[in-house]
């Protein structure tokens, strides 16, 4: 076995456990501070006596607080704060304790909401952001500027990647916290329980998304961590993009949620397309490996076995 100390801070997210889960199919090293063993990221001595005793040859960072547009619009200051405060104690302590290498995973949305699709890494900070999540994104932004002001000041090996919309096993269902396809298969599982004859959903239902499992990101974050170093951002992307409509017609086939679907045009849609350029990365020879459709079927099946 590897004897590398890897540690993936927010293993007890869903990123965060695939990441785990990846390196240990991999044979990569040893991961350490995972689930509860995890130190409180929000409190920079607990991260500095972590970094101290275990010293982590390894870092990704796939922490901090998100949800979806709900959440953004009642909580802004809890999304700034809770990724500020992450970001910043786990970077400052890997540059500090010697960590080798260092991945930050970012979020699609810290690109412009006007940014030309399929986005391209150099369209960071080509225009506004998107409204709905502008405070998450802005602290996003933050840990990502960190990252690579550490990669200029020190020259270490911290790299910047940037994932696509995830989903998986591990998601948060819950109607305050959880992302579209979360909410929407909680949603229709529910409304399918009740026998409702009608679902509503936020938006017009146009907007393209593209999403990617949350295994697929995990391998391509080992993939990256076991041989490349790069300047600046990178996507993570499957390049596929499907409306709000049809994934929500998917994700009734999947349930077996009957009624009709009934979009609520009073709510707002996000940015109108998101779909990433993760051409670089496909260069480097990543290609994802789990189909859209197995992907949520499994996601469901794995949201069902917690029930």
Known sequence: MNSRRIFVAGSGK?????????????????????????????????????????????????????????????????????????????LHAAQRFGAAKLLYLASSCVYPKQAPQPIREDSLYSGPLEPTNLAYASAKLAGLELCRAMRQQFGLDFNIAVPTNYFGPGDDFSPENSHVVGALMARMRAAKAAGDASLAIWGTGRARREFLYVDDVADAAVFLMRGHSWEGPLNIGSGVAVSIAELAKMLKEITGFTGTLA???????????KVLDSSKLAALGWSAKVDFGLGLGRTYDWYLEQK
């Open 263 to 273: 979009f609520d045009t009073t709510k707002p849609d996000g940015m109108p397309v």
């Open 14 to 90: 869903a990123l965060g456990a695939a990441v785990v889960r990846a390196f240990q199919a991999a044979g990569q090293g040893n991961c350490i501070g995972c689930g509860a063993a995890e130190p409180d990221l929000r409190d920079q001595r607990a991260v500095d006596a972590f970094f101290e005793t275990e010293r982590p040859d390894w870092v990704v960072y796939a922490a901090g607080k998100a949800g979806g547009i709900g959440l953004n619009r009642r909580a802004p200051a809890d999304l700034i704060l809770d990724n500020l405060l992450c970001a910043t104690h786990v």
